[in-house]
């Protein structure tokens, strides 16, 4: 049989969702990605907890700003930009060495 079996409730169906393409995790351990309708972003356990609407085809997603909670948006035509309330996070954690402030605030 090829059907697969249907998501428990609340979790992301490719089935009605499309399917997820651009993805980055916030500090939090939030999945945001790009799929129909705009970009999605999940709970660790894959809970849906909301979608930002965008009028047009969402390619890629990515945190940025000066204090990480910047989402950019690349589309098909435009380049979003949207504030969130989460940072995103930073690869590898605190064993990076990374400041918080953005790539060279700290004279490097």
């Known amino acids: 049989m090829n059907a697969a079996p249907a998501p428990p ?3 992301s169906d490719a089935r009605k ?3 997820q393409d651009g993805i980055s995790l916030d500090a939090l351990g939030n999945v945001w990605t790009s799929a129909l309708g705009g970009v999605h972003c999940h709970a660790p356990d894959g809970t849906h907890l909301g979608t930002i609407p965008i009028p047009e085809r969402v390619s890629n997603v990515c945190f940025g700003g000066r204090k990480r909670n910047r989402l950019l948006i690349t589309a098909q035509t435009s380049l979003y930009a949207i504030d969130v309330n989460p940072q995103g996070a930073v ?3 605190a064993r990076t060495g990374v400041p918080d402030g ?5 004279g490097a």
């Open 17 to 19: 969702d499309g399917f």
């Open 9 to 11: 409730s609340g979790k």
């Open 91 to 93: 690869p590898g954690g």
């Open 102 to 106: 953005p790539v060279g605030s700290d």
